[in-house]
């Protein structure tokens, strides 16, 4: 029969929600709390095994009351369900964690220490190790890994498989020569899931993102595994999801860049466009006048300008000036339109010291 595990990670509980009023700050908090409640949901509608949470389950290794408890409750509301957590670069282990306080969680609560260790379900036929982080940045470190023989062996971990990051908790070397079913990552927060020789491994990404490096996968993780199989299926729950979006102005009004950037958006998303090309407007281009129009049609939204103002090429031919001369010696010598439009751009650009630029 297949242990059943479901796999999260980054949830950060208590992150601080910068950027937004004070009204959408709160509403994220407690949608940020209530993924793990919906994460909970999911472990109890699938029975299943084990609830693995590789690290950052909070975002300060000294989180609130509030929040400790809150979490408290829901883990236990698990049980018989086992859970095992992995403290983080984020909520590592220290005196004034909640993870270092003992009898603070529920029996069905497993914290992995800061050093090699392993809990072991006997009914399941299953061994879970893992160590937990104690600073707030991650050195390689997990050296001991003995798997046990004919039995499932699950290794949970938080940080980074790069070569030379400063979270590179073991590398990808290591895990070619592991024996082991499944590795439970945490750290990065766009979810992936990836082989390692003939081990299986996942990042499951963050259940709800932070920030707007946060436009990749999120959610969560369900596996199946026995000895000889491992099925694993991404999950989302996601509320808000993060867009980076890139808009060419290409000329438009900016009554004609508000109409086709509102049909980008959503009242329930974080949006960040970029505006690039050039503005031909008379009136000028402003990016603050467009981000207040466009703001009540977005949950949060970011604007960044790399718009430049665009060469009117006929105009400027005709006056009389060093732009104007520059412009008509330039159309006798050019070949052909193309030509001289590229060149005419290079050398409008010179002249008013303006670097890049499109016609």
């Known amino acids: 029969m297949a242990l059943k595990i479901v796999h999260c990670a980054d949830l950060h509980i208590g992150a601080p929600c910068q950027g937004l009023s004070t009204q959408n700050a709160a509403m994220r908090s407690g949608e940020i709390r209530d993924a793990l409640s919906l994460i909970a949901n999911f472990c109890k509608e699938k029975a299943a095994d084990a609830l693995l949470i590789c690290g950052d389950l909070f975002d300060t290794p000294t989180p609130s009351k509030a929040d400790c408890d809150f979490v408290r409750n829901v883990l ?18 220290c005196s004034q964690s ?11 609560v497993h914290i992995f220490p800061c050093f090699e260790h392993s809990f072991t379900l006997s009914d399941k036929n299953a061994v879970f190790w893992g160590k937990s982080c104690s600073s707030n940045y991650i050195i390689p470190c997990f050296s001991e890994f003995t798997p046990q023989p004919d039995m499932i062996n699950i290794l949970c971990l938080h940080g980074d498989i790069t070569t030379g990051s400063s979270y590179n908790i073991i590398t990808k070397e290591d895990l070619t020569s592991v ?7 945490g750290h990065i927060h766009s979810g992936e899931i990836f082989k390692i020789g003939n081990t299986q491994c996942a990042y499951p990404g963050t ?69 690039t090309g050039d503005f031909f407007d008379d009136r000028g281009f402003s990016a603050d006048f467009i981000e207040n129009e466009l703001k009540p049609y977005a949950f949060h939204l970011e604007i960044t300008d790399e718009t430049t103002e665009g060469y009117i090429i006929e105009e400027l031919e005709k006056e009389e000036s060093i732009r104007g001369a520059f412009l008509r010696e330039l159309r006798e010598t050019c070949q052909s339109e193309e030509d001289f439009l590229l060149a005419a751009k290079a050398g409008l650009d010179a002249l008013s010291g303006r670097v890049g630029g499109a016609l």
């Open 76 to 93: 236990a509301s698990l049980s018989p369900i086992e859970v095992f957590i992995v403290c983080g670069n984020h909520d590592y282990m």
């Open 179 to 185: 024996s082991c079913e499944y590795v439970a990552f």
């Open 98 to 108: 909640p993870f270092a306080r003992q009898d603070y969680f529920s029996d069905n």
């Open 207 to 275: 259940p709800e993102g932070h920030k707007f490096n946060d436009d990749g996968i999120t959610g969560f993780i369900y596996a199946e595994i026995t000895d000889k199989e491992t099925t694993v299926t991404p999950i989302s729950m996601t509320k808000r999801k993060y867009h980076n979006l890139i808009f060419d102005i290409g000329g438009k009004t900016t009554d004609e860049i508000i109409t086709s950037a509102k049909e980008m958006l959503n009242d329930t998303d974080f949006f960040r466009i970029t505006f």
